[in-house]
């Protein structure tokens, strides 16, 4: 039985877990982050990688840092024949890449070069890309810079979030390296280098980028908030205070408002913004709210403001 340790930690690993082991292959172990404190209440709480694991009654390992570690040396001396990462979140020491019989593979959720780094879901989504899709790629020492083996594109539809693409991608990783795994232990599949002068990359998103000003266009601003959604949600100030917001549309119509303006408050809540260019807002947490509907927001707070009266705070 071809064995594999797996490695990852957010709900996109957990597909394609399952679907090595609903395949027949031997999972030895499954590395992923320490259990983080969550919320305000700072709950103690396992990454969805560990609950699947346990689910899976197969071992489990937690490094906070896998290099130099003592579960470093266990998981080398298992000697599995693949080696294979779905959204882990730490380097990996070429020792342990070279421990790999067969291969050491990562499913990545882009199409390589294109958004090489952590967060490429989210950059698809905020650059306003028409596609999207999963590599299967050859791990080596540099970040997401190894071989591809395979890739599958997918269009971004547009009512795709941060949240749906994951849960798309994920589905569609799993079937790929499912694919993939057999042609590589058998040699059939031909690597291909990546293209240095057309990577991009895709850095973690700062706080900084959460924040939608009016310098942006509704577009953009729909794009941000579509890549942020669900975590951690893109946000304006508001009078000074944040003011998220968790779904919109860009309208169809243009305005001569000075960009940040509410154009509308009655059985809309719209605002203006770059480009004369105007944004519906349709779901939005108010700061100390929970999310609500628009319709709510607009039985309630959304009076207190006048309409051509600039309310987002740059």
Request: aromatic fraction near 6%.
């Amino acid at each position: 039985m071809t064995s594999i340790i797996f490695m990852g930690t957010p709900d996109f690993s957990v597909p394609v877990l399952k679907g090595l082991v609903e395949k027949g292959y031997e999972v030895k172990a499954v590395v992923t982050q320490p259990d983080k404190k969550v919320g305000r209440k700072q709950k103690i709480t396992e990454t969805p990688a560990k609950i699947a694991a346990e689910e899976l009654d197969i071992p489990v390992y937690q490094p906070v840092k896998l290099s130099g570690s003592s579960e470093l040396d266990e998981l080398i001396a298992m000697n599995a024949d693949f080696i294979v990462t779905a959204a882990y979140g730490q380097f990996l020491p070429t020792k342990f890449l070279n421990s790999a019989k067969i291969a050491a593979v990562n499913v990545h959720g882009s199409l390589l070069p294109k958004y090489r780094g952590g967060a490429p879901i989210q950059y698809s989504l905020i650059n306003g890309d028409k596609e999207t899709g999963i590599t299967i790629m050859e791990m080596v020492k540099k970040m997401d810079a190894g071989d591809i083996y395979a890739q599958q594109a997918i269009e971004i539809e547009p009512e795709d979030t941060a949240g749906s693409l994951f849960e798309k991608l994920s589905y569609l990783g799993r079937d790929l390296l499912l694919e993939t795994l057999p042609k590589i232990s058998d040699g059939s599949v031909q690597k291909v280098a990546q293209d240095e002068e057309k990577v991009v990359f895709s850095p973690n998103i700062t706080k900084d980028q959460e924040r939608i000003t009016s310098k942006m266009t509704a577009k953009e601003a729909n794009n941000l908030l579509r890549g942020l959604n669900p975590d951690p949600g893109a946000y304006m100030m508001v009078n000074g205070k944040r003011f998220k917001v968790w779904k919109a549309e860009v309208a169809d119509e243009s305005t001569d408002l000075e960009a940040g303006s509410l154009v509308e408050n009655k059985g809309r809540f719209s605002i203006s913004f770059a480009n004369n260019t105007v944004l519906n807002l349709l779901e939005v947490q108010p700061a100390g709210k929970k999310k609500m509907p628009i319709q709510s927001f607009l039985n309630g707070q959304a009076s207190k403001f006048t309409v051509g009266e600039k309310i987002i705070d740059d």
